[in-house]
């Protein structure tokens, strides 16, 4: 406990400062901790990080995240090739690898690489998104998914008794998962009452409940993964806490919705 409390102070006297600068820096620290994040997704699955499959899963990813519209004021938008034809193109060439390499490389391989840079790169780009549109809804979502977790692990250690996925991750109870809603409620409203968001009251619970139950399932799938691979934690970069998955599968799953609801208000 002392490990992670220390890990947990370390990283937010790290991360909080570069999310309120914003601008390039942000933009290079979130380039750096999602690489490492799809770095320990092929970890996972036993690819080589130093592959070729690897490299072109990091360039997809790198391209899922680059603010096309900042090119937008030198480039005539309709030259751009679009992040659809990226993917393509990159499914086109991670398909004839495996032929290059007699299918030493598979296609479930090259399934898994594409699928976990678009999770990774388009969760992390709406982390750059949401940044860059509002910096109130970046503390609102760190805010849900912290009081999230405190409140499932406190209902669930003091009224837990029914196991909300026992095959995917053991300790997690139904109680805990709906003490964690209402935490994250009381907190969204404490939240709305200091720094308001663009909604009224009624539409912040609404947002509140749906981010929170979408954060439970980011965790769920991530937990999915590590059993699915058997490995404890996604990495072990954050002592006491595992690695970068561990720490945003959450946000990874709540941001976009958060960017929709705040792009619906604009």
Known sequence: MKQRTITAVVAALIFLPIVMTGGIPFRIFIYIIASIALLELVRMKKISRYSVPSGLGLLLMWALMFPYRDLGAYMNPEDLITK?????LAVLVL????????????????????????????????LIETREAD????????????????????????????????????????????????????????????????????????????VSIA???????????????????????????GGVLDRFDSLIFILPILHLINFISI
Do not use: C
Request: charged share 15%.
């Open 215 to 241: 954060g439970q399932i980011g965790d769920l799938v991530e937990s999915a993964f590590k059993r699915h691979y058997a490995v404890k934690d996604s990495g072990k970069i954050l002592p006491g806490h």
């Open 95 to 126: 398909l004839s690898y495996t032929v290059l390499v007699k299918n030493r490389f598979t296609f479930d391989d090259a399934g898994f690489l594409l699928l976990s840079a678009i999770y990774i790169g388009m969760g992390f780009n709406y």
């Open 135 to 210: 910096l109130s809804y970046i503390f609102f979502a760190l805010f849900v998914v912290w009081s999230t977790d405190t409140g499932a692990y406190v209902f669930g250690r003091t009224f837990g008794k029914h196991k909300l996925w026992p095959q995917i991750s053991p300790k997690k109870t139904i109680e805990g998962s709906v003490g964690g809603i209402l935490l994250a409620v009381l907190v969204a409203i404490i939240f709305q009452l200091i720094a308001p968001l663009n909604h009224s009251l009624f539409i912040v619970i609404l947002v509140t409940i749906l």
């Open 84 to 88: 659809s034809e990226i993917t393509l």
